[in-house]
């Protein structure tokens, strides 16, 4: 493996040994020195043209902790704001050395493009709405932790799928982890091949909720409002917003997960995010270590 | 520009795919034709054996982006590259820089295809002021004008506006003109970057749904018929098109339509590499729209091949997708990719290939002295194609100024060895005379 682009890239036994890497190295995080030597000397290149300070905070602190040199390259300010091209930058960064680089762009495809110019490994860190695959590899390494199995696990994503490129990776990785998955959205808010994608689809929350072992609640896209994707926050909240309500009704040992940030009231109600049934923060945590799985499986780990 | 020659003696070439004959050009136009013809003293003598000959081939749809874009293309640029595949005439889109809405502008575009001298360039002019939709252009001065502009097209951007588009079929009936839709219906299409389907989702891509285009087909087909007006739907890209055209047809409606060699031969699963070099507008689409594409242009529903021949530098492809240019270059490839879709799979022969590529583009475009029957006293434009000389496509290698060519790294089947305009060789052994 060279590069991580896309959950779809990897088999199943690739997948596992990232997560059981993390298994690991989340002990590293438990010391108190918090630092391994093992990318010493290797440079990581944070490229991120969105802002996303969690995860481009989670991949330094990985980075950091493998001892590798890392440099937050952040488009605002930079020669890019100028005008430079992601070919120009990508050559820039080639001529520096630098042995990885982490992308975050709002253009779908924009970490493919970016493997064809630069000789080290490519993460894709989020590229427009089309995947994210380490935050499916943080949330299948959360499931994994919290219920001991992927295997035959029944996992509801819920939301605004058409614009997740959270969901588009974690059906690719928790199909080929054995996973069972339901995406749940009003028809408008997923995708038109939704029928050829490798999960079940359902339109009616309430009667995924009692079979599942796992509810993911995505962020609905405030700024897509205005194109009538449904006709208003409250009925959106009333047909797919989880509530303590809804809550009970899931099996007693389900989870719900979040990718952040959440919009509280609308599609996850302060009570269910509050609850310890909820994972938000143990993702963030996660994060941290399967980052630090990838950098170093990349960068020549075994 | 080629010089003025002497005789030409065109010995042993295939007229349409038939038999070899003799073809003998002399002041412009064919002199003779026959086995075994005498050369005329001073006549250049052309090996021809084996090679095809059609008439020159004709484009209705055409960027040479001059003026404005001249780091992209020029007319003498695009004319040149038009020669090198075989094309004798091409109508020049009005999407410049300023735009072809003027008398002007078109006269302008239309002198510099004189002065260039490689193939005749008919501009084509805008419906409606600066392509802006809301009010039409001049276009019976562009029509009055030293370039005689017939064809009439927002091309790039949909004349969504239906009575607009009523106004404009019912405008160029006074002299004979035909408007050239772009069918793209504006909101359905907001923010699409790739066609709209299994691989849009796959990808992240916002989709471009089939039925963006068929509806504004279905709409001005209806129109068209409503007013008795000749409408032409360029770049038609979808299976629905085809069918509600070939329902159009047989309704009466004079309705023509034109369908692009990428569309012939490429699928949006090219996308898949991110490499912008497959974008295009319309996008590629799935191997069943191909399939009815090819069907519909042997059948006749669909009744030409244009090239939509749109040329961009260099740094518009290499970025990320969605900041990209939509378009790809075609002349010289076009005539070898309709003989690999469309005469090497039974679906066309050579004489129906010089009737979609020639005859009637002619016809729709209203062009005088092309598209003509290669036949004594018809003027000498003519293309001689060597259907067995496989070529790897490098679009480095080309006469167009930009290199965007899908077709880079395939091999297609044959190649252009020689094009004659009005009896002169503006290609010559495969090269620009």
């Known amino acids: 493996m ?12 690739e997948a596992t040994l990232i997560l059981d890497t993390a298994a690991e190295l989340a002990q590293v995080g438990d010391r108190s020195v918090k630092k391994l030597p093992t990318l010493r000397g290797r440079t990581v290149v944070n490229l991120f043209y969105e802002d996303s300070t969690r995860t481009r905070t989670s991949f330094e602190l990985a980075a950091k902790r493998l001892s590798a040199d890392v440099i937050n390259f952040s488009a605002k300010g930079s020669s890019v704001s100028k005008g430079e091209s992601l070919k120009d930058t990508a050559l820039t960064l080639q001529a520096m050395g630098a042995d990885a680089v982490v992308i975050r762009h709002s253009a779908s495809g924009a970490a493919h493009r970016l493997a064809n110019w630069v000789d080290g490994s490519v993460l894709n860190a989020g590229d427009g709405t089309h995947e994210h695959p380490t935050q499916a590899l943080l949330d299948a390494y959360t499931m994994r932790d919290r219920l001991g199995r992927l295997e035959g696990l029944r996992v509801a994503v819920v939301g605004d799928i058409l614009h997740s490129r959270v969901a588009r990776s974690n059906v690719l990785l928790l199909t080929t982890l054995g996973a069972h998955v339901t995406l749940v959205a009003p028809p408008t808010l997923l995708p038109v091949s939704v029928n050829t994608w490798p999960c079940e689809v359902s339109y009616d929350l309430d009667e995924v909720l009692p079979k599942s072992d796992v509810v993911m609640m995505l962020r609905v896209q405030a700024e897509r409002m205005r194109d009538s994707f449904f006709p208003s926050v409250r009925e959106y909240s009333r047909n797919y917003g989880l509530d303590g309500e809804r809550l009970g009704r899931m099996p007693a040992e389900a989870i719900v997960m979040h990718p952040g940030p959440m919009v509280r009231g609308m599609e996850i109600s302060a009570e269910v995010a509050d609850s310890p049934r909820c994972t938000v923060t143990e993702q963030v945590a996660n994060g941290v270590s399967l980052r630090m799985a990838v950098l170093y499986l990349l960068l020549g780990g075994s | 520009m080629p010089e003025s020659t002497g005789p030409h003696l065109i010995r042993g070439a295939r007229p349409l795919g038939g038999d070899p004959v003799d073809l003998l050009f002399a002041d412009g136009r064919i002199a003779a034709i026959g086995p075994d013809l005498e050369a005329p003293e001073g006549a250049q003598v052309v090996d021809a054996t084996g090679l095809i000959a059609l008439p020159g081939l004709v484009d209705l749809h055409t960027h040479l982006r ?36 003027t008398a002007g502008v078109v006269e302008q575009v239309w002198r510099l295809g004189r002065e260039a001298g490689y193939c005749d360039v008919r501009p084509v002019g805008a419906v409606t002021v600066g392509l802006a939709g809301q009010q039409l252009a001049e276009i019976g001065a562009m029509a009055d004008s030293a370039a005689r502009v017939r064809v009439f097209s927002d091309d790039g951007i949909c004349v969504w506006d239906a009575l607009l588009m009523r106004r404009a079929l019912e405008y160029v009936k006074a002299f004979d003109g035909v408007i050239a839709q772009h069918a793209q219906e504006p909101r359905l299409t907001e923010g699409a970057q790739m066609n709209e389907g299994c691989v849009s989702d796959r990808l992240g891509l916002p989709g471009w749904p089939a039925v963006a285009e068929e509806a504004i ?89 244009a090239t939509d021949h749109a040329p961009h530098p260099k740094e518009a492809k290499e970025t990320e997708w969605s900041t990209a240019a939509m378009g790809m270059v075609g002349l010289e490839t076009a005539l070898a990719v309709v003989q690999q879709t469309m005469v090497d799979t039974g679906l066309l022969t050579w004489a129906q290939v010089a009737d979609r590529m020639s005859t009637a583009p002619a016809r729709i475009g209203r062009v005088g002295g092309h598209g003509r029957e290669l036949a004594v006293g018809e003027p000498a434009n003519v293309v001689l194609y060597d259907p067995e000389a496989p070529v790897g496509v490098d679009g480095e290698a080309m006469a167009t100024k930009s290199s965007n060519t899908p077709f880079r790294g395939l091999t297609l089947p044959g190649q252009v060895r020689a094009t004659f305009l009005r009896g002169a060789p503006t290609v010559l052994e495969g090269k620009i005379n």
Not at chain 1, 2 to 13: A, I, Q
Not at chain 2, 66 to 91: F, I, K, L, N, Q
């Open chain 1, 2 to 13: 060279r590069h991580l682009l896309s959950t779809g890239d990897l088999s199943r036994d």
């Open chain 2, 66 to 101: 001059e003026p404005g874009r001249e780091d992209a293309e020029t007319v003498a640029s695009g004319s040149r590259s038009a020669a090198m595949g075989g094309y004798t005439s091409v109508h020049a889109m009005a999407n410049t820089e300023p735009v072809a809405d």
């Open chain 2, 217 to 305: 087909i279905a709409r001005d087909c209806l129109l068209a018929q409503h007013v008795g007006s000749r409408l032409h739907v360029c770049h038609v890209s979808t299976k629905g098109s085809v069918d509600i055209i070939r329902w159009a047809k047989e309704r009466g409606c004079d309705v023509t339509a034109e369908v692009t060699p990428h569309h012939l031969l490429l699928t949006d699963e090219l996308v898949e590499s991110y490499d912008p070099i497959y974008k295009v507008n319309p996008p590629l689409r799935t191997a069943e729209d191909v399939q009815a594409l090819r069907e519909g242009l042997a059948d006749g529903t669909i009744d030409i091949v």
